[in-house]
Structure formats: structure tokens, C-alpha cells
């Protein structure tokens, strides 16, 4: 048996229980990434970091840390700033703080980002809040002063507060609300209809949709999608609410690919719990709780919902196993090949990390590690790569034993009458050494082949050999453009390796364009001759 963990602060995650457990895994399945995950560490230094997520634009490289306590960090190339992008007052009593960040998917154009945070105002203490803010004129600080307020919703107890939010593939934005805390759901918030708590609820921040007239904020500066179940209200239900039945849907995500929904609930005292929504699927879900604790009947009589009524977790684990579930994402990086289609997620409360890869019209679950650390959240960068927030103020990046990327960069390209140099630098990400690697680029438009490498169909294949980790390779070919060709994009190279099992693109880049100028007028200086 492991040694028990010492919980870090207080569990905001809906469980104050510490335990000890058997090495029995959720899944009986056979693992298939438990040798080849690793962590590497990427920022330190953080005051009980609830969450990392990054701004979605492309080559923007900055990851965003919340803290507990109200403060918003950037960490890039493994320093944090030393001015916070903003601070916030917040309550942090029991599992109260600064809970959740999202970027609008405008954010390049509007600079919006939203947060979910417990409220410090003595007359709405504890309170749950879904604030805009606007970033300034420097992009590392945002406009402490623009602060306007898009929902509050008032909290029954200091726990369960839910806490994240995310934008659906309609541009529509998700909160996730717990059931308002204590234990048991006493006010049966979950299940109720006139309440916003135990919901993941549905609104439109960018001003289309039905008035709020039907809301149940007690601020409301948001509209109602026209196609949320209830968008008028009926049937005494509140127009904001998308799914029910919910406990602590600690920390949700939107599958960048397909769209379907994960969320991990937190459980009671027996079962935790991860959930699955397919893009497209029928509003109005009822995920269970208070009836239900995972697959088993938890709550008071006549609390029984048909199968027909509810939807169930994908998958529940015991006390065995954890105490307090982590929600995770779908990994859609590249540099990891063998990563891509797995649900990541864990346990605050032991630190195991599971995966769930779709099998058919199923998934399978396996465990994939046994860490030793308090996982409090997860986190996408803006290149789709996958981190990990551990409790005590590190941020991991997960990796696999094999990974890399290719770059073909702007200082790379060099025209010279009509001859342009394309240099492609491969660097290795993983842990361990990937052997046989080559880089295959397609021949562009406007060009022809003169030397380097081998062609073949129209790409250029390079040998690039063995890339250890942290390693950078550069290797080169030579292309003649012709007179008339004007712009030359290079838009098509990746890498391949023994290890790897399917090819990994190449990173775009702004300087990938070349300019085809005319050659400069050539002129004739004869010497001056004095006779």
C-alpha cells in the first residue's frame, strides 16, 4: 500500500478525506501509454494554482496560471512575469477563489477574457461571479478598471462551486456550477429547476439570442441561445440551463476536434466520476446526482430515475482509487503522436492519471501513472499541447517518450538571384532518443528542385538521423524560383521517426512566404584612364 498523500491546503474539490489505497486499477484493460508519459516541468513558483489555459491564438506561446487567491500569472519559456496580468479580490474560504478563465474566441480582435470567481463583497460574500474583463494596451496586463460583470449567481454553503468555463464549438459560453455545497445536496439543487446551481448552464455573451428575461442570475447581462431547451422558460425552468444533475463538475472541456463535451463530477463519499456529452446530443440531460453517485442509487427515497431519464458516467471509480476527480482534455497536439484521441484526467486526492481512447462506439479507461501529485486541474496551450496544474505550484507539460517537432522559421529563407535556401530545424521533445528521423517537405509552387535531399512524387525527403531530447537539427535544400513566380509558399513539411507512429506536421510560420524580386540592373564600371 502507498503511503498516504498530505493534501495540500484545503481540498476545494468537494472531499476532505485522506486516505490510503491498493494499487487496483479502474481499468482492466491493457496500458498502453503508462511506459512512454513523462512530465516536464514548466513553471514553478505558484500559489495554490487552480488552472492553466492559454489565449488560443496561434504563435502565442504564454500560458495563463490562476491562483487561489485571486492573482493571474503568465509563464512563458519557464518564467513567470513579475506583474500579474490581473488580480482580483476573492473570497477563499473553504473551496472558494478564482476559479476559471476563458478567452473570448475573439479575444485577437476584442481582448475579452471571463473568469469565475467567489465574490469578497461582504453583502454577496462567497457568491458565485462571471466577470469580463479587457486586456490593455500591453498585452502581458489587462485593464484592471474594465471589469463588467456578466452573471452572478448567489451560493447555499462555501464549497461546490464548480468553478470552470468554456466556449462550445457555437461560440456559446458554458459555465459549470456545483450544487451549492454542504454534503448530500440538502436544498437538492441538482435536481431542481428554478436554480442555477448543480447546472452546466448556456449563455450568449456577444449580444444575439433571447433577452434574459427568463433567467435565473441575479445579474443578467447575457442572452439566451435561441436553441437552449427552455430559451423562454417553461415549465418552471430556468432559461440558462443546458444539462442537471450535476455535484462539482470539477473542470469540463470541449473536445478541440469534434466538439463533444468531458466533464469530471466529483462524488460524495463513494463513487467520482467522469461524464461524456457527444457534440449534437439532446439538451436537457439529467447526469444523475443527487439520486445518483456515479452508477450507484445515492439519494433519499423515491430518488430513483428510469435509465431512460438520466445519463450515465462513462466511467465511476471508488475509494480505492481517489477522492476527488480532476477533468481533463482530449490531447489534439502534435508533437506526440501517440498521445492524439486520449482523454486525459486524474485525482487531486492520490495523483493517478487515467486516459480514456475511444474502442468502437465505447472507451476504454487505463491507468497510466501513480504520481505524487495533488492534480488540480489541466490545461490546453495554444498549440493544442496538454499541461498539467499540480496543487503545491508546479506546471507540468505531459510528454511522451517520443515526441518532436519541425519549424521552418522566417530567417531561414534567403532569396538570392532567384535561388532561396528552405532550412528546417527538427528539435526533440520527448525523453528518449528518436532514431531515423527525416524531414519531408513538398516542393512549392514556383520552384524546382536544384540539390539536398532526395525527390520523389514531388517532396524532398532529408535525413535528419537520431534527435535526443532538447536536441536541434537543421538540415537544408536549395530551390530555384522562376522569374515570374512572385510569392513562394512553403507550406507543406513534416517529420517522421522509427518511434513515431504517424507523421508530424510541420509548425506554421509567417516568414514560410518568400518574395521573388527581379534581379538588380547589372552595370558595366569601366575604369578611368588618364592619358
Known sequence: MKAIKLILGILFLGCL???GRTAVSASQAEPKLDEIISYKLVGSGFSQPTAVTSTGIAGDDRLFVLEKGGR???LKDGDVNETDFLTVEVSTESERGLLGLVFDPNYAQNGYFYIHYSDARPDTYGDTVIKRFTVSADPDVADADSGYTILEIAQDFNNHDGGWLAFDRDGQLVIGMGDGGSGGDP??????????LGKMLRINVHESGLPADNGCGRVRNYRIPEDNPRPFGSDGWCAEIWSFGWRNPWRFSFDAQTGD?????????????VNFEKYGSASLQNYGWRCYEGFALYGPANCEIAASERTDPV???GRDEGASVTGGYVYRGSHFPAM???????????????????????FVNTEIDDTSYNISSFGEGSDDELYMVHYGGLIYQLVSQFGAKVELSGTSLVETDGMIEYRLTVTGLGTDVLTLVQVKNRIPDGVTHVSGGTVADGFVTLDVGDIGPDQSVTVSWMAQ????????????????????????AGEADSGQTTVVVDPPLKMLFLPFMIR
Open 261 to 273: 463535451m468531458w466533464a469530471a463530477d466529483v462524488g460524495q463519499n463513494a463513487r467520482e466520476e
Open 481 to 504: 524560383a522562376s522569374p515570374d513566380a512572385g510569392e513562394v509558399t512553403n507550406s507543406e513539411f513534416s517529420l517522421t521517426g522509427f518511434e513515431l507512429p504517424s507523421e508530424v
Open 340 to 362: 492524439q484521441g486520449a482523454y486525459f484526467y486524474g485525482d487531486f486526492a492520490t495523483g493517478r492519471l487515467w486516459t480514456l481512447t475511444p474502442d468502437g462506439d465505447r
Open 72 to 74: 493571474l500569472r503568465i
Open 17 to 19: 478525506v485522506m486516505f
Open 187 to 196: 436544498n437538492n439543487r441538482g435536481q431542481s429547476r428554478d436554480s442555477l
Open 315 to 317: 466511467v465511476d471509480y
